[in-house]
């Protein structure tokens, strides 16, 4: 059993579990080199050797517990027929969902299309075998994924106000919540010993919707992925009130974001929890990236916890100094 599952199921183990969110990305100049050659992002996802190449870098590195697939939560889209491409410079850019023909897509032409992400996992997974690591797969949550699929590119750069439409927004949810299941089950099947649900953009819900939109979509995913017998971490990115989250959605672990309290909040969480280390602090010197992580340790000693960034790792980190960083975590 890996550490991430020892602490999940037992509560406790002798040594700390630590992975990174985007711990395979353009910080490593390995992953660079792979990149500058793939310019279709989406193509680089459905790449069966590079994508196990891409996923197995971190842990060619440093001393974590777990590979994380090389994929994107918009992926999803990319599976119904969504148009999807990551522009330089600017993020993802999604084509009109109105010319999303729905007549025309199934559950199988849904998975046949992702088939190649599915056989990267089995690689990975077979690589993984009798080393202790997870193996964890993802998918957005419906709420993300629908801010997307309307939003046509990050919320950050501009938000349209199609998202208050909240019977027209069901509707989609209930489709987005059906290929998430699909894209789930076949993840599990392909060897993911754990999913994370990223809602990254939960923190734009507007709280008259918030149950509709957040916690009943993460809470309905989270059930179908514990039938599974497999444990299921939210990331509800910046969500008002992580407790109440935790109450209406009851994952296997919470993965908190850097602006929450922890010494606040940690005697009222009820389940394991993940993070939350400023991914900013990578930027800055050894003296103070160990000053954090202390506090986190400490804050977490008698709770079990998954240690973490609280968002991903930023492009202009310095390999050297999460290799510090796996090292103080794994020292404690
Ligand atoms: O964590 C990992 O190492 C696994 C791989 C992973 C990627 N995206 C690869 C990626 C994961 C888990 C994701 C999730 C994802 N994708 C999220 C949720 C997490 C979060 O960051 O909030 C979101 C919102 C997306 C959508 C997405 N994908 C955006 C907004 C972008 C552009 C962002 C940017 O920094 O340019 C991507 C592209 C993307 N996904 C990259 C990687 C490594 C960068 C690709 C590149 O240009 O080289």
Redesign the pocket.
Known sequence: MSLLEQVIIKGSTKEKPIW???????YLPE??EI?EKNQN?IQL?LNEKLVPEI?LQ?LKRFNIDAA???????MLPYGIGQKVE?I?N???RLGELKEVNFNKVNESSFSERLLPVYNSMKLISKELENKNKSLIG?V?APW?ILV?MLNMQ?P?KQLNNSLSDIESNKTIIKTIIKYLKVHIKNQIKNGANII?L?D??AGLANKKFIGEMVYEPNAELVEFIKSFDIPAIC?P?ETPDYLEFVKEVNPSVISLDYNVNIKKIVKNIKVPTQGNLDPNLLLSGKETLKKETLIILDTFKDHPHIFNLG???L?QTNPNMVDYLVKMVKNY
Request: include cysteine.
């Open positions: 990174l969110m985007r711990q395979a990305g353009r992953f660079r990149r992002f996802c996923t971190p994380i697939i090389f994929s994107d939560i918009l990551f330089k600017f993020g993802p993802f957005g993300t997307y990050s950050k994370q990223f990254s953009w990331f990115r968002h991903g790792v492009p």
